[in-house]
């Protein structure tokens, strides 16, 4: 699950309003279900702390938390009472014997989940109602839960707003649902997945989805880092330590060593009685016998020496007497992987420095298989400090297969959520199980105290129409302008038809992505919601996601469909054949005769606007 950076309570609003389409999504898979995929969309989760908590900062709900039921669309084999008083009621029961947590339930209501009010200054705004409702959920996922922060109360980040989707069609029984409520949960009260396997709240990034039915020591100790022990409990709690620790890429036979610091964040004292790491690894420092009363600290080092070239995974355990050591994953690699049949034609990628919520062009890589033998991309994965704030689309994804020799591209993008240096690692694996790994980071400067933006020009979009196969074109790119013009790709002649649209990052502007469509559609598609892309790249997975970002366009309002001041309607026809083809004008007299032809136009209120291009 995946947040938002809340500095202050006035930038609150304006966060929300940028960041309304980021979504939380998260699965737990029900037995005889397909095993889902994780679908995460936004800026990334809180890593400052060692369970991996949802927002950055680490937020919480500041009092109880009030829960409705909506059965609009449940199965017929789930009565209210199956859902309310089974099994919801076990799951939070699970819950608070964990931690100290208040959860009440509030009665049904026919609100619908992810409901938001207009707010005047800053537009669409969580309505505060948290629902639990039925829905289809994107292709692969059983159910998700979309989550706000809010501002701080007493010092710490408030979440304002939760809801829970569960896909009516994936849900079989009351005990598949019982997991599904249990792992959700976690993400309501704040919990991210976590970085190991075999927890309630394992999932992607860095874990695998299970089946588990109860509560770990992870997950208990993760709620109580949130929300502290239940009444009567005393408990020692190691809540500040990092999640994960990313040595990069050193040579064999090099070291690096990372201090970190262990805080007892309980309301007990703390023995450690081991610490213990995998090979390649060694910690010195908070040795065993080590006892920390509440508030008290001791400092180790974590030093990775690899012997020899390839990925080195590991973690360290520190063991308190309980019956899970605490575990802090280890992330490190030595040459970049040789032992893998992939080779990247760059040994990192470098993005610099960009405002914090702004997405950084794009970078594009080049990863060729030097095997001798044809591989199968079996995944590819960010990991490290900040997996969430890059991006990765193209050609090189699961389940493609390279020839000896052949090679595959892949855009990747970043969008910083603080400030200072954001890391990770885009590590490909082939579906053997060897590995590589590239190094990614950018730097988020923080908007404090610097001067307005200066506001972009917009640039103009050109539409081409190709007769033979009957569709439309539009694009912002030179680069693909002048390909056309010239006649690199045949057929394509412009219709003098254009309109404006940013290039980069504007106030008040949306990113638009894009995907392309293989034959028989052999067509594009733009989307200016978030959760749409994601939705389109699970649901159809043979479709390439071009760009997150060709251009940025304002959005209408979504029941008026008026557009913003300073901008003019871009309305969206669909040719309803199955080589799809949309066409998008500002001219809704071209509009209307689309419509004539058969097209059916797609987009807000009553005049169907889709984008809102600037003057």
């Not at 669409?124 to 109360?153: F, Q």
């Not at 914090?356 to 030097?370: C, D, E, L, M, S």
Request: glycine fraction near 10%.
């Amino acid at each position: 699950m995946t947040m938002f950076h809340l500095p202050r309570v006035r930038d609150f609003l304006s966060i929300c309003r940028r960041l309304a389409a980021a979504l939380a999504i998260a699965a737990l898979p029900a037995v005889a279900l397909a095993a889902p995929t994780d679908l995460v969309v936004g800026p990334s989760g809180g890593t400052d702390a060692k369970f991996r908590f949802l927002f950055d900062p680490v937020a919480s709900w500041p009092a109880s938390v009030f829960w409705h039921y909506n059965p609009s669309g449940a199965p017929s084999h789930f009565s209210d009472a199956s859902v309310v008083s089974s099994a919801m009621s076990l799951a939070l029961s699970k819950w608070r014997a964990a931690c100290n947590i208040d959860v009440a339930y509030g009665g049904t209501t026919g609100i619908a989940p992810e409901s938001t009010v207009f707010d005047g200054e800053s537009g669409a705004m969580p309505d505060e109602v948290n629902v639990l409702a039925w829905r289809p959920t994107p292709s692969g996922i059983s159910g998700y839960t979309v989550g706000w922060p809010g501002p701080a109360v007493d010092g710490m980040p408030s979440i304002i707003d939760a809801d829970v989707v569960i896909d009516p069609s994936k849900i079989p029984g009351v005990s598949q649902l019982e997991r599904l409520l249990l792992h959700e949960l976690g993400h309501v009260l704040g919990v991210n997945h976590s970085q190991f396997d075999s927890t309630l709240m394992s999932g992607p990034p860095y874990s695998s989805y299970n089946v588990l039915g109860d509560l770990t020591t992870d997950d208990v100790r993760a709620c109580r880092c949130l929300y502290g022990p239940p009444p009567g409990v005393s408990a020692g709690l190691l809540c500040s330590m990092p999640p994960l620790i990313d040595f990069g890429a050193i040579t064999p036979g090099a070291s690096s060593q990372r201090s970190i610091q262990l805080a007892n964040n309980g309301n007990s004292s703390l023995t450690i009685a081991g610490v213990s790491t995998g090979a390649e690894y060694q910690a010195t420092g908070c040795s065993p016998g080590t006892t920390l009363l509440p508030g008290v600290t001791c400092n180790m080092q974590v030093t990775f020496a690899p012997t020899f070239a390839g990925d080195h995974g590991s973690f360290v355990a520190i063991a308190v007497g309980e019956p899970e050591p605490y575990r802090i994953k280890l992330i490190g690699s030595a040459s970049g992987g040789t032992a893998s049949p992939f080779s990247a034609n760059f040994s990192k990628v470098d993005f610099g420095t960009w405002p914090i919520g702004t997405p950084a062009t794009t970078q594009r890589v080049t990863f060729k298989n030097i095997s001798g033998a044809a591989v199968t991309v079996g995944s590819m994965l960010f990991e490290g400090a900040q997996p969430d704030e890059f991006i990765r689309s193209g050609q090189c994804k699961q389940g493609l297969t390279l020839a000896a020799g052949g090679t595959c591209t892949t855009d990747v993008g970043f969008t910083a959520s603080a400030a200072g240096e954001r890391t990770a690692q885009l590590v490909i694996a082939a579906n053997d199980g060897r590995r590589s790994s590239l190094a990614v980071k950018g730097s988020g400067a923080s908007t404090q105290g610097t001067p307005e933006p200066v506001t972009a020009q917009p640039v103009t979009v050109v539409e081409f129409y190709r007769s033979v196969s009957d569709h439309y074109f539009i694009t912002i790119g030179t680069d693909e302008i002048l390909a056309l013009d010239t006649g690199l790709f045949q057929g394509w002649a412009r219709t003098g038809l254009t309109f404006k649209a940013h290039a980069v990052s504007q106030s008040g502007y949306s990113p638009i992505c894009r995907f392309y469509l293989p034959p028989p559609e052999d067509s594009h598609f733009y989307s200016a919601s978030p959760q749409e892309c994601a939705t389109v790249q699970a649901q159809h997975p043979t479709f390439i996601l071009e760009s997150t970002a060709v251009m940025h366009l304002a959005l209408p309002n979504p029941l008026s469909g008026v557009c913003p001041g300073s901008t003019i309607p871009i309305y969206r026809t669909w040719n309803r054949r199955p080589d799809t083809n949309h066409r998008y004008t500002t001219d809704i007299a071209v509009r209307d005769a689309m419509v004539a032809l058969g097209h059916i136009a797609e987009g807000s209120g009553p005049n169907a606007v889709t984008f809102c291009a600037p003057q």
